[in-house]
């Protein structure tokens, strides 16, 4: 019977690379430029709607990308621009789509919450909070049906762990022996309401204990350990067939949405994460291993920069999709009979 | 082809099990679908034929097992999820309206999600409030879906294959109390399909407008009308979106007169949108009001009184149709 890790700690940093290490901190400088400057375009009004940045959260997504392998699949909710550039989309397409242009990944139609790339795997960006869950789980399933050793990981906040499509797929994956990770990014707060608020069990790997389903407890602003957390739940998954629940620890230094000033929480609080930015952590990490000078890093981030900017302006260039795409892309079937008044 | 006379349940069973030997990649998954043999045995003897690894039963948990159809949907499956009951699947209606019907438009067009989501809908009999409701309007109100909505064998047969063979996501409602209904159903291949109407009895006085199991109310009124010397035609829509108005319309031409026998609830049913078609479409050729027959504004109650109080019968789709024509 799998048992439930009470913590994964952190493997020491002999046997990681300077590559990865690079690769980290690449990952997370493009993660928080294109954030950062997503949050600037929307004060401009050039991007609208919802949009919810990943600014704090980075090192959850880079220490997952070290750690799977082309052709893994990767489904989340909504707070999905870092995972979308992380599997492979340009920042071009990300950028263009929460401009709602036609050059955008999902041509436009998806804006911010539903980024996706069949090409390489990536299956959005979903609205409903918990309703990725499943669907995740039969991404896997599809995975093991067709005999691949492909697996899925499925990411969600913490407020997703409070729904029944959790505890429902939880009872499945662990029947069926799916080659899942289940990822729950614990940025303390449901929207304003901080996980404390929402359940006698805060500690929310506990919850996979109910299904024997194997879980452990991240720290989510530690690339390392995040990477050796999904090492391990990926082998798990692609060998065993085994399920895993992550529960990472990580903060949003945002609000939940743009439109949300965050004052249900102290400034304390915030300069307390900040400290311990995962961005700045492997950058020093790098440079007492001599793996970078600070200049390299420097050139690393103005080329991010410049991609950003790049970003930018082709999205200001593309145009909007044309009217008539409203009645595509709805149905495969071509002349599918609308309803015009 | 010749002909033979199966039960409904068979033709849904036939329709499934030919195109999963054509197609490994679909599977059947639902309560009850493998070791108990189907809740009201469509799947019988699956498992045995398929295996565990294709027929698949699952917990009591349908948002759980809709949206794993969908998943694997989106990943290169063509899964059935059968519902034991369509008023089950309100709990999983997030994974229909939400995650199938919208990721093809929401990807940009990348994903599809080839799914059927079949089970019966409706009444049967005493069952209560709980276990008696239509759906077929809520779900043809979502673009993305397919809503198929048979009434006897032949069309299950001819409709469920061409469900599964479609790439788009199906709603597809059956009915308890048609299970074991007999009807002809041909040996050999065919396919029917999706999206048009059948005029079931040609009449030129008044058109009648049903589906699913009120079809059944619907050409029993017709006879009894024709011995009273008034000629209906009756049309079975097999289709609910898209629905075939065009058929309709081109009925009214003829009849000049419009009445829809359906058993949801009224308001904003499938009767309230032919009316609007209609009316805009062939507002010249009526002569009188549209008149309608449908279940009672209320949900429905466990008592036989209640029950036969409840649902539209023989004679209120006479009585429409007789108001229809102005003859008392």
Known sequence: MPQTKEKTTAKIMDGFTKEICLEWYQQMMMMRRFEE?????????KIRGFCHLYIGQEAVVAGMMTAIKKGDKVITAYRDHAHAIAMGITPREVMAELYGKSTGCSKGKGGSMHMFSKEHGFFGGHGIVGAQIPMGAGIAFAEKYKGTDNIAICFMGDGAVRQGALHETFTMAMLWELPVIFVCENNKYGMGTAVERTTNVPYLYKIASAYDMPAAQVDGMDCLA???AFAEAADRARNEKIPTFLEINTYRYKGHSMSDPAKYRSKEEVEEFRHRDPIDAIANIIKQKDFATEEELTKIEDDIKLVVEDSVKFAEESPYPDASEIYKDIYTQADYP???D | MSERIIAFRDALKEAISEEMRLDENIFIMGEEVAEYNGAYKVSQGMLDEFGAKRVIDTPIAELGFAGIGVGAAMNGL?????????NFALLAIDQVVNSAAKVHQMSGGQFTCPIVFRGPSGSAGQ??????????????NVPGL????????????GLLKAAIRDNDPIVFMESEVMYGDKGNVPEG???IEIGKAEIKKEGTDVTIVSFNKLMKVALQAADELAKEGISAEVIDLRTIRPLDFPCIVNSIKKTNRLVIVEESWPFGSISSEITYQVQKHAFDYLDAPIKRVTGKDVPMGYAPTL????????QDTINAVKSAMYVA
């Open chain 2, 127 to 140: 069952l209560g409030a709980q276990h008696s409701q239509m759906f077929e309007n809520w779900y043809a």
């Open chain 1, 37 to 45: 400057k997503a949050g600037q375009m929307y004060g401009q009004q």
């Open chain 1, 338 to 340: 609308y309803l015009m």
């Open chain 2, 146 to 157: 397919k809503v198929i909505s048979p009434s006897n064998p032949y069309d299950a047969k």
């Open chain 2, 189 to 191: 291949e065919y396919i």
């Open chain 1, 226 to 228: 995040v990477h050796n």
């Open chain 2, 78 to 86: 063509r899964p059935i999820i059968e519902f034991m009951t369509f």
């Open chain 2, 307 to 314: 029950v036969d109080a409840y649902l539209p019968t023989v």
